[in-house]
């Protein structure tokens, strides 16, 4: 009897992945598209990215975090080295603030963002209100590659 209800705990708990059948899924897609082999601790943090399918900005404490809070066995280092191979692959965005705080940002379009002072935080700003109207000539022989816009915040 005992034997028979722990094979029938156990056939549950092997079903409970259905309940959330896509993250897996989209993050494999997202990694292989990229050219990245979907490790198990790259699948696992891609989930917690990308898993759900929205936007969002990490750092690699936060993200660190997470994956801790998961269970999954993952060190801050590794954490940190998969964002950087997660962006030379481009399939993120680095935003960096002060020059030593780095953001990750799943969506990897040109777009502004607010840095929250007192929070610490990235969040998008609204693009459609943004207009660059001139930018200055680049030195000879070299071209703008892209203009970072980090819109600062503090308290009135
Ligand atoms: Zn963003």
């Not at 979907?38 to 750092?59: I, M, N």
């Not at 269970?71 to 954490?79: I, K, N, P, R, Y």
């Not at 207009?131 to 970072?148: N, T």
Request: proline share 4%.
């Amino acid at each position: 009897m005992q034997f028979i209800r722990s094979i029938n705990t156990n056939s549950n708990a092997m079903q409970d992945p259905h309940m959330t059948p896509n993250t897996e899924e989209v993050a494999t897609h997202w990694l292989v598209d990229a050219g990245l082999r979907p490790t198990r601790q790259r699948l696992a943090l891609a989930e917690l990215l990308v898993g759900d399918g929205k936007h969002r900005h990490v750092t690699a404490e936060s993200l660190f975090d997470a994956a801790k809070s998961k269970g999954t066995a993952v060190s801050l280092a590794t954490v940190y080295n998969t964002l950087r191979a997660f962006c030379d692959a481009g399939v993120l965005q680095e935003i960096t603030v002060d020059g030593s705080k780095s953001y990750f940002d799943t969506n990897t379009h040109d777009h502004p963002h607010y840095f929250w002072e007192d929070g610490n935080r990235v969040t998008d700003a609204p693009s459609d209100q943004l207009v660059i109207q001139r930018l200055p000539d680049a030195p000879e022989g070299m071209e703008i590659a892209s203009v970072d816009v980090v819109i600062r915040l503090r308290k009135v």
